[in-house]
Structure formats: structure tokens, C-alpha cells
């Protein structure tokens, strides 16, 4: 009986320290601490922690992955990464970078047990992108006939928003230090009459405003909430000449001769 007994207490003591020693689900808690956005970036602070005890070890032998998600109409980004034991109840931090503009994004970050096929997810909430500067305007060309001077440029191979909303063209008389400053839209704009007797500097930039977007977009209000209203490319320059060789005229040419030539006559009877 006393064999038997002890036996029992032995089988059960094996049993015991096999389930201690086993993977088991639900044993993981993720908790999102805050998340902020900067630009097209979605940023979490989150800690794992576990309701085993001896936490490092289990961890260690257990938690097999984390897994990030992101996923909106535009597209889904998904990130798996190791996760250090050491780390268990400290902020960390993750970041989904370069995702679409003022879209809203579910994210949700979950985990897996070794031996075990699924996700378990712990954190699922939504937040929003805003917009970020785009690249500089292309392909900056300038052409004058002495009457005006028409400048033409492409739209940025990179915008970082839905579209561009509107050009800064700057113009400063180059013997001045105050500038003057038009909002244009599509990619041309023209100088003309006086403007053109005088050297000048003309500076051409990109800008996302979040008041072009604001109606359509509501995350675009969110993000002038935060302090994200606008973005602006690099500048791009072409400086002006009074004095530029303008494309041949034949006319001007002939009647330039002909004064000339005028002159010339009459110079001979005055000699």
C-alpha cells in the first residue's frame, strides 16, 4: 500500500513538472503603452509580459515571434521579429515606416507559441498616416522671346500625399531683399513687361497643405491637430538676365542694318 501510494505521488510529480515544462496558449500579454504617427510612419510602444512563473525562462523556450501588422485599402505591411527575454516588461518600441498618405490603418501586433501554428493577437486598434514633404520640382525650363519669360517644370517623381497641392514660386529682384511670392497650380508660370528690364531670381518649391486635403481626407484634420499642416520639397532656381541674347529675329536684324547703313551715307558727306 505504501509502494503504491509513493508511486502515485511520484507519477503525479512527473506530471506536474511535464506541464510546468510545456508551451501553453493565452500564457503571453502584449500592451500598447501609446502610439504616435510622424509623417507616413505609424509608431507603437508596447510591453509583453507573461503570468508563468520563472518569466526569462518560459520566454526563452517559449515565445516563438512577435508579429506587426498594418493593414488599410492601400496595403498591408506585416513584420515578424525575435523577441529577447530580457526585454519582458520593458516599453519597447516599433515603428511601420513609408506607408500610404492619410490613410487609416489597422494595426495589430499579436504572438506565437512555439509548437503552436497561430497568432495570438493582443493588440488591435486603428490610427492614421498624415503626408510628408514631396521631392523637388523636374526639369526646370525657361524660355523668353524679350516679351515674356515662361517658365515650365514637372511634377516630383516623389509627392508623399494624394497630390501636390500648390507651387511657391518666389520672385526677388536680385538688387532687393524682399520677395515676392505667388501660389500657383498646374507646373508653368509667366513673367512679363517690366519684370523683364531687370535681373531677378525666381525660386520654385512643391508644398502638401493639409487644407487641400482636409475634405476628402479626414485624417488630414488629425494631423493639423498634431501640427502637421504643411510640407515642403528642396527649391529649385533659375536666375534671370536683363541682358539675355534672346533667339535671332530677322526682322530686327534688317532694320538694324538698314539704320546702318543710313548712318553711314551721311557720314560720308560730313567727312
Not at 503603452?33 to 509608431?43: R, Y
Not at 530677322?250 to 551715307?265: G, H, W
Request: hydrophobic fraction near 35%; charged fraction near 20%.
Amino acid at each position: 500500500m505504501k509502494i503504491s501510494t509513493l508511486s502515485t505521488i511520484l507519477l503525479l510529480s512527473h506530471l506536474f513538472d511535464k506541464i510546468k515544462a510545456q508551451c501553453l496558449p493565452n500564457t503571453f500579454d502584449i500592451q500598447l503603452n501609446l502610439i504616435s504617427v510622424k509623417e507616413l510612419d505609424i509608431i507603437t510602444f508596447y510591453r509583453v509580459t507573461t503570468n508563468q512563473s520563472n518569466p526569462i525562462e518560459y520566454t526563452r523556450k517559449c515565445l516563438d515571434i512577435l508579429n506587426f501588422s498594418a493593414k488599410s485599402p492601400n496595403g498591408l505591411q506585416i513584420t515578424t521579429i525575435t523577441f529577447n527575454p530580457d526585454d519582458l516588461n520593458k516599453v519597447l518600441n516599433y515603428t511601420f515606416e513609408k506607408l500610404y498618405p492619410l490613410a487609416n490603418y489597422q494595426i495589430s501586433i499579436g504572438y506565437k507559441v512555439k509548437n503552436f501554428l497561430d497568432l495570438e493577437y493582443k493588440v488591435n486598434t486603428t490610427y492614421h498616416t498624415c503626408f510628408s514633404s514631396p521631392g523637388k520640382p523636374e526639369d526646370l525650363t525657361a524660355q523668353s522671346d524679350g516679351k515674356s519669360l515662361n517658365l515650365k517644370w514637372r511634377k516630383p517623381s516623389t509627392i508623399n500625399a494624394p497630390d501636390i497641392c500648390y507651387y511657391l514660386v518666389t520672385k526677388r529682384f536680385l538688387n532687393e531683399t524682399k520677395p515676392e511670392e505667388m501660389r500657383i497650380y498646374p507646373e508653368m508660370f509667366s513673367f512679363s513687361g517690366e519684370d523683364l528690364k531687370r535681373d531677378f531670381e525666381v525660386r520654385v518649391s512643391a508644398y502638401n497643405d493639409y487644407e487641400c486635403y482636409r475634405l476628402k481626407y479626414p485624417a488630414a484634420f488629425k494631423c493639423a491637430q498634431l501640427g502637421q499642416k504643411t510640407a515642403s520639397s528642396p527649391v529649385v532656381i533659375y536666375k534671370y538676365k536683363s541682358n539675355t541674347i534672346h533667339p535671332f529675329n530677322s526682322s530686327n536684324c534688317l532694320n538694324f542694318l538698314s539704320k546702318s547703313l543710313i548712318f553711314l551715307y551721311f557720314l560720308k558727306f560730313l567727312i
